[in-house]
């Protein structure tokens, strides 16, 4: 009999903490969503691996968070994000095309505004979570160098971003997840490896 109730209570912890620990991330999931919902990422492809080529794809980063910096102005929110950047489209190629033709290029400049999937990442004291995510990419030449992945909406990438700017953008649990260090947080590499298994069933 005493067998039996240790058995009980065994089991009874074991499921108490088994639902615990689905609480715990599937928790993370949905503010992990939360923030995929809120944000738009930067990507921009060089024309090159040359030192020049990845130069001009920094020079190029700069003056499209700038521009986006403008563009949104803090005012905006996330569900009218894509609608400004498609009607802002030709300003942004021709931010970047200003910037080529200065430095002596003449390389075009493609835009897309799509959804695209991105691992975890760290900006600083910034952590975004794995998944997809609506992204800007940015083709510059024939866009065969290494990538730039940053975040251009909110900027989170631009030196002067500061914590009451994050807080407007983003949902609390959202900013507060942001912050989290990946390396101390398990549940981000949980979140990334479901993201990476439905993207490859999907």
């Given at each position: 009999?005493?067998?039996?109730?240790?058995?009980?209570?065994?089991?009874?912890?074991?499921?108490?903490?088994?639902?615990?620990?689905?609480?715990?991330?599937?928790?993370?999931?949905?503010?992990?969503?939360?923030?995929?919902?809120?944000?738009?990422?930067?990507?921009?492809?060089?024309?090159?691996?040359?030192?020049?080529?990845?130069?001009?794809?920094?020079?190029?980063?700069?003056?499209?968070?700038?521009?986006?910096?403008?563009?949104?102005?803090?005012?905006?929110?996330?569900?009218?994000?894509?609608?400004e950047l498609e009607k802002s489209k030709e300003k942004?190629?021709?931010?970047?095309e200003k910037v080529i033709l200065d430095e002596g290029?003449?390389?075009?400049?493609?835009?897309?505004?799509?959804?695209?999937?991105?691992?975890?990442?760290?900006?600083?004291?910034?952590?975004?979570?794995?998944?997809?995510?609506?992204?800007?990419?940015?083709?510059?030449?024939?866009?065969?160098?290494?990538?730039?992945?940053?975040?251009?909406?909110?900027?989170?990438?631009?030196?002067?971003?500061?914590?009451?700017?994050?807080?407007?953008?983003?949902?609390?649990?959202?900013?507060?997840?942001?912050?989290?260090?990946?390396?101390?947080?398990?549940?981000?590499?949980?979140?990334?490896?479901?993201?990476?298994?439905?993207?490859?069933?999907?």
């Amino acid at each position: 009999m005493e067998d039996k109730k240790k058995t009980v209570l065994l089991r009874a912890l074991i499921c108490g903490l088994t639902l615990a620990a689905i609480f715990y991330v599937t928790s993370f999931a949905s503010t992990a969503n939360s923030v995929r919902s809120d944000c738009v990422r930067l990507h921009i492809l060089a024309n090159s691996d040359s030192d020049k080529d990845q130069s001009l794809k920094l020079k190029v980063r700069d003056v499209l968070l700038k521009s986006g910096e403008e563009l949104f102005s803090g005012s905006v929110s996330p569900d009218d994000v894509k609608q400004e950047l498609e009607k802002s489209k030709e300003k942004l190629i021709s931010a970047a095309e200003k910037v080529i033709l200065d430095e002596g290029f003449e390389y075009g400049v493609d835009i897309y505004f799509i959804e695209e999937y991105f691992t975890t990442r760290s900006y600083g004291e910034y952590t975004l979570p794995a998944g997809r995510y609506k992204a800007v990419k940015v083709v510059i030449g024939e866009g065969k160098g290494h990538n730039w992945w940053c975040v251009m909406f909110p900027p989170l990438c631009l030196p002067g971003f500061c914590e009451t700017e994050k807080e407007v953008y983003l949902t609390e649990n959202g900013s507060e997840l942001i912050e989290e260090n990946p390396k101390l947080e398990p549940r981000f590499k949980i979140v990334e490896w479901f993201e990476k298994l439905y993207e490859k069933i999907g």
